[in-house]
């Protein structure tokens, strides 16, 4: 299950829609929070780090401050060893395509070995989280093990509804007759299946669309308090390719997502 949960943010920039969510997520689950900021070697360490943990007291977290010049690789480092740590932060989404754009959540997500909840650009200031809906986005394509995991983690730690598991299926393929419905089918019931075995029940659907964050974003228009969970990989030398599927759907969607690595560690 997870331990803590630890949110990056910029403290000195104002308002983070990562802090209520992680907050709220702290609460429900009676987990410690930690508020992690990165910044450049201040001119006065002492009293500005007085400063960032007054505002940090305001939402009722502890404050971890770390120097440093590269943000994305100072935030993997603090949560490098942390086990069950449950890493929050909010995200523009336009530069998950490459770390090279220079965005945090592109190098975040490329490196750490940890499940990430983003929160994207579409998602509003107050995110209802009363008591969430996981909808676990599969793909035949990768392993769902590391997904399965997690979900059992959340829901042992945060509780909430039934979750969903879902999967797309395109509307044409080519060549025709390539997708056999009953066995995209037969897919996403032995995943339920096996988190069955651990205690969690939950319930299946088998989307149609030419576009699967389109046919998601509609599903989850009826679902409770959702978040999405997605499975990815990574290129080799670092490089993320958290680029398609769940680039776009952590750009459009109105819930969180919850990127979980393939690789993420096992029990």
């Not at 689950?29 to 910044?39: A, K, N, R």
């Not at 530069?95 to 909840?117: D, E, I």
């Not at 997690?150 to 909430?160: L, P, R, T």
């Amino acid at each position: 299950m997870f331990n803590s949960v630890v949110i990056a943010t910029d403290i000195d920039a104002g308002s983070d829609r990562a802090i209520p969510v992680g907050i709220a997520l702290g609460r429900r689950g009676q987990l410690p929070v930690e508020v992690l900021t990165i910044v450049s070697e201040p001119s006065a360490p002492v009293d500005d780090t007085r400063r960032r943990s007054a505002r940090a007291d305001g939402v009722g977290a502890a404050l971890r401050v770390v120097h440093g010049d590269d943000i994305g690789a100072a935030i993997v480092d603090q949560v490098r060893d942390r086990d069950g740590a449950l890493l929050v932060m909010s995200t523009s989404a336009t530069g998950l395509v490459s770390q090279r754009r220079g965005s945090v959540s592109a190098h975040v997500l490329s490196a750490t070995r940890q499940p990430v909840l983003l929160i994207g650009p579409a998602v509003p200031d107050a995110v209802p989280l009363s008591s969430t809906t996981l909808v676990a986005c599969i793909d035949r394509s990768q392993d769902s093990g590391a997904a399965l995991r997690v979900i059992e983690s959340w829901q042992g730690s945060f509780g909430g509804r039934r979750p969903w598991v879902v999967e797309v299926l395109a509307t044409s393929a080519w060549p025709a007759g390539t997708i056999d419905e009953n066995v995209e089918r037969e897919q996403v019931d032995a995943v339920a299946a096996v988190l069955g075995d651990h205690g969690v029940d939950p319930a299946t659907r088998v989307l149609h669309g030419g576009d699967p964050v389109q046919s998601l974003l509609e599903f989850v228009a009826e679902v409770d308090d959702a978040i999405f969970v997605t499975t990815s990989a990574r290129w080799a030398g670092g490089r993320s390719h958290w680029y398609s599927t769940t680039r776009r759907l952590v750009q459009r969607s109105p819930r969180p997502v919850l990127v979980v690595p393939a690789d993420v560690p096992g029990d």
